[in-house]
């Protein structure tokens, strides 16, 4: 069997000495590559505003067929309080500030096909995927620091409440589509 080198050239690709192929390979970050090729990486920002306690200070749809992966989430609060990202029960009709996701190649004419909330207040709070606590003052990210993410099918939400009460909380959840 004979492999060639994908110029179109005709030419062989090479085999080392142990008889391994040898290979060039770009490796990066798969939401570089859906915002740089795709043009499908969006951010769902919230602007700061004062919240009570339990607040869900941002709840997210996926309303594509595609997956949405949540990729990374921000959030500062001048208050101390303990963040619950959670899987929400879907409210018929989500109530609150509507949110436009923005898509972070500015060059692309994508929308994000997405329904989200600031200080939404209809949804009912479901299975909790992170619990953690934010010192107040002090801004902090999930996900992107700790290798993972969260994967959206179509009518699946993301929330995130805020237990204790403050007087100004925002943030943003970043986010992307990719099917595979």
């Known amino acids: ?13 090479q085999v080392s000495a142990e008889n391994r192929l040898q290979v060039s390979a770009v490796v990066g970050d ?21 919240y009570d306690a339990g607040d869900t200070v941002i709840f997210l749809r996926n309303n594509s067929n595609i997956e949405l992966r949540i ?4 959030l500062y609060s001048d208050t101390a309080t303990k963040i619950q990202v959670h899987v929400p029960a879907t409210p018929a009709t989500p109530a609150g500030t509507l949110i436009t996701g923005v898509n972070l190649n500015l060059q692309s004419g994508n929308v994000a096909e997405a329904t ?3 200080d939404e207040t209809a949804n009912t709070q479901g299975t909790i995927l992170h619990t953690e606590y934010l010192a107040a003052n002090s ?36 986010g992307y589509y990719h099917g595979e």
């Open 1 to 13: 069997m004979l492999i060639e080198d994908g110029t179109g050239s005709g030419a062989r690709a």
């Open 30 to 50: 798969v939401f570089l590559h859906a915002n740089h090729h795709e043009q499908t990486a969006f951010v769902w920002d919230f602007p700061g505003y004062d």
């Open 71 to 74: 990729a990374h989430i921000y």
């Open 116 to 118: 989200a909330y600031q």
């Open 139 to 174: 801004p902090i990210s999930i996900f992107k620091e700790n290798g993972y993410e969260v994967i959206l099918g179509k009518n699946d939400c993301i929330a995130i409440d805020l237990v204790s009460a403050g007087t100004m909380a925002y943030g943003h959840i970043a």
